[in-house]
């Protein structure tokens, strides 16, 4: 399960690094909506939430979907600019009707879901179908969509507005040291680049971003089953202060490809494969191999001690064995003649918060 972004006609200068206030400051906005997703910054949120005016809580609230489980791509430019105002500008240039198709995208996943039929503005099945999925996310956001579809000029100022009420209340105090930290993380992924080559920057951006050998694709790994291109335009890397765990990525058609990846200083990333955490899921789940485990977290023991432990041959454990092996759930150790098996306690321990990884990579 992979995003593989193709760089067939990239030229390799399109493939940068660069410092976007808007991404950072829909971090922050993540964050807050979600601060259970990042304990390292639990304390930041509430002192932001307990000095908010109350209006500008609420306006918080009404558009969270903007940013909570699935990022607009609107809010993560692929082109950065020097300042907030600036990218607001930009996002202002966006037209209406990709304005609301991007911002009607309210759940992750790897299709990103576009209205039924045509545009939501002008055909009435692809307006049902929209409110419809904002109904499902609750009262609040199926409101704001109406107003949005409604009448998409209005609210798109009520939202530029919101993002600069975020700025004077607490964006704009902390964004001086932020930017330094994000230009220091560029800079050194650009000397990287130049010195050993992109694949020795992308495995510092985050271990699940690869380039092929070949070179003529990007792979993300996360789970999701996506492809786009990045053409000529080229793909951008957007550090983040407020990012981890997140991978955030824009692939929808149409928009070129933007990767916002955790600031390197921050909290290390997981680099358990996805691929692995799932073989250790789908070894547990076996009732027979977690008989096993339960007897082997209690200490080694040899295959024929197990199998008599559980009335099973001593071939019908081998096959089990292996397959805990093979998912790096064992340690072995030979003494004489006998083998003795071992639960790998440490890497069993660590599955929960691997699967967490994963699934909010």
């Known amino acids: 399960m992979t995003l593989r972004i193709d760089l067939t006609g990239t030229p390799p200068e399109r493939i940068r690094f660069a410092v976007s206030p808007l991404a950072e400051l829909a971090a922050m906005l993540h964050v807050l909506a979600a601060p259970d997703h990042h304990p390292q910054h639990a304390g930041w949120a509430a002192a932001v939430w307990a000095d908010l005016r109350p209006e500008l809580a609420d306006r918080l609230h009404e558009a969270e ?22 990218e607001l500008d930009d996002v202002d ?21 576009a209205p039924a039929g045509g545009s939501p503005l002008h055909d009435p099945a692809a307006r049902t179908d929209a409110l419809d999925r ?5 009262p609040r956001q199926e409101a704001f969509a109406a107003r949005l579809l409604t009448d998409p000029g209005s609210v798109r100022a009520r939202i530029r507005d ?13 964004w001086p040291a932020l930017a330094a930290r994000l230009g220091q993380d560029v800079r050194a992924k650009a000397d990287l680049t130049v010195r050993h080559g992109l694949p020795a920057a ?3 951006v985050s271990a699940a971003v690869s380039l092929t050998p070949d070179g003529g ?6 789970l999701q089953d996506s492809a786009t291109a990045a053409g000529p335009a080229g793909v951008t890397f957007l550090p983040s202060v407020f990012g981890h765990p997140h991978l955030v990525a824009v692939h929808a058609a149409g928009w070129q490809p933007v990767v916002q990846y955790p600031a390197a200083g921050g909290v290390p990333a997981a680099d358990v494969p996805l691929e692995l955490v799932q073989q250790r899921l789908e070894a547990l789940a076996h009732p027979v191999r977690l008989r096993l485990v339960r007897t082997l977290a209690r200490g080694p023991h040899t295959t024929g001690e197990l199998a008599h432990a559980w009335d099973l041959t001593p071939p019908e454990v081998s096959r089990h064995l292996a397959a805990l092996r093979r998912a790096g759930l064992l340690t072995a150790r030979r003494r004489g003649r006998y083998v003795h098996h071992a639960l790998d306690l440490p890497a069993t321990a660590a599955l929960g918060a691997d699967l967490l990884a ?4």
């Open 93 to 113: 240039r966006i037209d209406d009707d990709r304005y609301v198709r991007t911002a009607l995208v309210s759940t992750c996943g790897s299709r990103r879901p």
């Open 65 to 86: 979907f903007l940013w909570r489980s699935s990022r607009a791509d609107f809010l993560v430019p692929a082109r950065p600019r020097g300042t907030l105002a600036a």
């Open 202 to 204: 992308l495995a510092e």
């Open 217 to 222: 694709s990007l792979v993300l790994d996360k």
């Open 162 to 174: 919101t993002l600069e009420q975020c700025a004077d209340a607490f964006f704009d105090a902390e």
């Open 358 to 361: 994963a699934v909010l990579r």
């Open 134 to 138: 904002a109904q499902a996310r609750g």
